[in-house]
């Protein structure tokens, strides 16, 4: 069964500064690749995907994630953090060759510091 | 409307009481998601519908936990004999894609957050 990994409960990163948020997964096939970012007293949005082709995607408010697929990965990055950056991001994975259903990982904090 | 709406946004339910969560997708989706959220943790999958048929309900937790879409549209997810361990956000989410092409694009709705006591 397809399986989402965020080792990270909390990252912290100053205002201005690279960021990154990891993920990894496992999935027996092909992995549709997602993440979701959760504001406070507002549902999911959905940030960028990976399907096929370049493995850096680009998506929504500047973020970006690289696939590697030999490493099992699907880091979320941006170049510039910003304060209204901060929410809760949520790295999921979709195994196409299986099913349709979509599974989350814990989830990271991400914190900004002005 | 403009997004996907959830009813009640929050429930008090007494342990063992029945409950109903409601869910109306975006117009025109196709795909139908319910996922559970406790504590600090992720969206747990439940169950997912393409219109009316349930295609994968191997995430309901027990036999208490009941899903329907009898017309393709709204949902309702049903749990019965509510136990503490129930309390959770249910969250619900649409998509506009067909099964087998990519449920890439969820659209979440706010979520019923259930205290069981």
């Known amino acids: 069964a397809q399986s989402v990994a965020q080792p990270e409960d909390q990252v912290n990163v100053a205002e201005g500064n690279p960021l990154t948020v990891k993920c990894t997964y496992s999935?027996?096939?092909?992995?549709?690749l997602f993440w979701y970012v959760q504001y406070p007293n507002r549902g999911l949005q959905f940030l960028l995907k990976?399907?096929?082709?370049?493995?850096l995607v680009k998506g929504s408010y500047g973020f970006e994630a690289e696939f590697n697929k030999s490493q099992t990965s699907f880091h979320l990055k941006k170049p510039s953090a910003l304060v209204s950056d901060s929410a809760l991001y949520f790295c999921?994975?979709?195994?196409?060759?299986?099913?349709?259903?979509?599974?989350f990982g814990k989830g990271t904090r991400l914190h900004i510091l002005p | 409307g403009a997004g996907v709406s959830q009813s009640p946004r929050y429930k008090v339910a007494k342990r063992g009481q029945d409950v109903a969560l409601r869910c109306d997708p975006i117009?025109?989706?196709?795909?139908l998601f319910w996922y559970q959220q406790a504590l600090g943790q992720g969206p747990e999958f439940l169950t997912y519908?393409?219109?009316?048929?349930?295609?994968?309900k191997s995430g309901l937790p027990s036999d208490r936990f009941f899903a329907e879409r009898p017309e393709g549209s709204v949902s309702t997810l049903k749990i019965q004999r509510t136990q503490q361990e129930d309390s959770a956000v249910y969250l619900c989410?649409?998509?506009?894609?067909?099964?087998?092409?990519?449920?890439?694009?969820?659209?979440f709705g706010s979520g019923t957050q259930l205290s069981v006591l």
């Open positions: 989410a649409s998509s506009l894609a067909r099964g087998g092409a990519t449920n890439e694009k969820l659209f």
């Open positions: 999935v027996s096939g092909n992995p549709y």
């Open positions: 990976y399907i096929t082709g370049d493995n």
């Open positions: 999921a994975v979709r195994d196409w060759r299986r099913d349709d259903k979509i599974i």
């Open positions: 117009s025109g989706h196709v795909s």
């Open positions: 519908f393409q219109n009316e048929a349930q295609l994968d």
